[in-house]
């Protein structure tokens, strides 16, 4: 079995951060480790309280993880700011991380600011470099740019400007824009389109954390980038399907719809 390590943020309604992550590794036969950065006190309605951890703990998590355990690959969340960043990219790059997917997470769906503005830099400098692929989705790429992107033709420009400040690669998810849910992929040579139906439901909670972390448990098994992207496309799509209804906010993406389906548990 591979080994995959989600480093973010803990959200305790259980839809997003670690928890969604653990439960896609899970789901997609890996085995999942967490290094939590931040606690948050949320639910389906919204984001209340944060708590960031020292970096030292997340320095400690890391070691622990890494000097006895293969790590295939992994995922970066939340990491809300600068000190811890510059801990992460010091620790992957001294274990020799590989498979390195990086959701650059700055605020929830709620609206809740999950990055401190002031640690965009870090992130940008520190984070980005390592990444196998980096998965802003449009206001986070606006971010990382400082420019409005409103179509797919600049989605792409975006793509290939990311791709500049030092990631192997990079995906712009679509998902805010009108129609289909388009995302573009750039690797450096080639754009690679991926369209997936967009699903009318209100149950969102967690899509780009179950997104990242699928396609890092994919490349854990050995699937090329872009294979890698298209099964998690499809994996993510049929979760956001069968969405759950929990909570009076923004309900959580269902992760075992496959297991529960099999089971007659759906
Ligand atoms: O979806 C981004 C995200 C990431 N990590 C944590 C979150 C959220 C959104 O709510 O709570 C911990």
Redesign the pocket.
């Known amino acids: 079995m591979k080994h995959v390590l989600t480093i973010?943020?803990?959200?305790s309604g259980g839809g997003?951060?670690?928890q969604a992550d653990l439960k896609t590794f899970s789901a997609l036969g890996t085995y999942g480790m967490s290094v939590i950065t931040?606690v948050?006190a949320?639910n389906t309605r919204g984001?209340f309280r944060v708590v960031e951890m020292d970096k030292t703990m997340v320095k400690s998590q890391i070691d622990c993880i890494f000097d006895d355990i293969r790590v295939d690959a992994v995922k970066i969340?939340?990491v809300s700011n600068a000190e811890i960043i510059a801990q992460i990219a010091a620790s992957l790059t001294e274990w020799h991380a590989q498979n390195i997917v990086v959701d650059p997470?700055m605020v929830?769906?709620?609206g809740h600011h999950?990055l401190r503005p002031e640690a965009k830099k870090q992130l940008v400098e520190k984070l980005l470099p390592l990444a196998t692929v980096v998965t802003p989705n449009i206001p986070e790429a606006e971010v990382i740019l400082d420019r409005e992107i409103k179509n797919v033709d600049e989605m792409a420009e975006a793509a290939m400007d990311i791709y500049r400040l030092g990631p192997r690669s990079v995906l712009v998810k679509g998902g805010h824009l009108d129609g289909d849910a388009t995302d573009i992929f750039f690797d450096g040579k080639t754009i690679t389109e991926f369209t997936a139906e967009h699903v009318h439901t209100r149950n969102t909670?967690?899509t780009?954390?179950t997104l990242s972390s699928a396609i890092a448990a994919h490349l854990a098994q050995g699937h090329d980038l872009v294979t890698a992207i298209r099964k998690a496309k499809e994996y993510l799509t049929e979760a956001i399907k069968h969405g759950l209804n929990i909570g009076k906010g923004i309900g959580p993406v269902h992760h075992f719809h496959n297991l529960y389906r099999r089971a007659s548990m759906l």
Do not use: E, F, W, Y
């Not at 973010?8 to 959200?11: F, H, Q």
């Open positions: 973010a943020g803990s959200d997003a951060g670690i931040a948050t949320q984001v969340g939340m997470v929830s769906k709620s999950l909670h967690g780009g954390c």
